[in-house]
T-cell receptor, first 108, second 115 residues
Framework: RKEVEQDPGPFNVPEGATVAFNCTYSNSASQSFFWYRQDCRKEPKLLMSVYSSGNEDGRFTAQLNRASQYISLLIRDSKLSDSATYLCAVIQGGKLIFGQGTELSVKP | GAGVSQSPRYKVAKRGQDVALRCDPISGHVSLFWYQQALGQGPEFLTYFQNEAQLDKSGLPSDRFFAERPEGSVSTLKIQRTQQEDSAVYLC?????????????FGSGTRLTVV
């Protein structure tokens, strides 16, 4: 079993839709949690950190459930420019461990 | 520089050839990480340095892979006797001192193709 697992993709949604990504991690000692965005043939870029209390940044909401070892990302009112691969990542043993990523395609 | 710089951007190597990939981290970032990303997959951890000390090399797939950071700044990932399965994007990331709260900043990567 992989240490960090994500929903398989791709997700194809129309503009304006709400889309949710889920991620589970296996090591309960995991520390910090993140969502990264990766555009085609580009490097991952930090989208947002994830806090136990949940956090929101505009149309993006991230949540962490430590008891269930589960992380989520919600994108509301999706835009064409949101099309990318979304990677969840956790800090384990001082290093960042990624999930396999979920591809999102927002269509007009 | 302003960001993490990697070179070369692209590398084509013949099977059996040795390659060296360079990473120049953000100034002041003591932690440096190497990742391997195969097509359609997330980045896979290879190795980690804090200053010049290699603290974790558990992700290196074989003894053909070697990384160094002799002066605690620039790092080189070397792959000896390249094989086709080594074809991937090699990403370098750096982070400032601390617990990793801020996340890592990645370079643009080196796309290695072994033919």
């Amino acid at each position: 079993r992989k240490e960090v697992e994500q929903d398989p993709g791709p997700f194809n949604v129309p503009e304006g839709a709400t889309v949710a990504f889920n991620c589970t991690y296996s090591n309960s000692a995991s520390q910090s949690f993140f969502w990264y965005r990766q555009d085609c043939r580009k490097e991952p870029k930090l989208l947002m950190s994830v806090y136990s209390s949940g956090n929101e940044d505009g149309r993006f909401t991230a949540q962490l459930n430590r008891a269930s070892q589960y992380i989520s990302l919600l994108i509301r009112d999706s835009k064409l420019s949101d099309s990318a691969t979304y990677l969840c990542a956790v800090i384990q043993g001082g290093k960042l461990i990624f999930g396999q990523g979920t591809e999102l395609s927002v269509k007009p | 520089g302003a960001g993490v710089s990697q070179s070369p951007r692209y590398k084509v190597a013949k099977r059996g050839q040795d390659v060296a990939l360079r990473c120049d981290p953000i100034s002041g970032h003591v932690s440096l990480f190497w990742y391997q990303q195969a097509l359609g997959q997330g980045p896979e951890f290879l190795t980690y340095f804090q200053n010049e000390a290699q603290l974790d090399k558990s992700g290196l797939p074989s003894d053909r892979f070697f990384a160094e950071r002799p002066e605690g700044s620039v790092s080189t990932l070397k792959i000896q006797r390249t094989q086709q399965e080594d074809s991937a994007v090699y990403l370098c990331a750096s982070s400032p001192p601390g617990t990793g709260y801020y996340g890592y900043t990645f370079g643009s990567g080196t796309r290695l193709t072994v033919v």
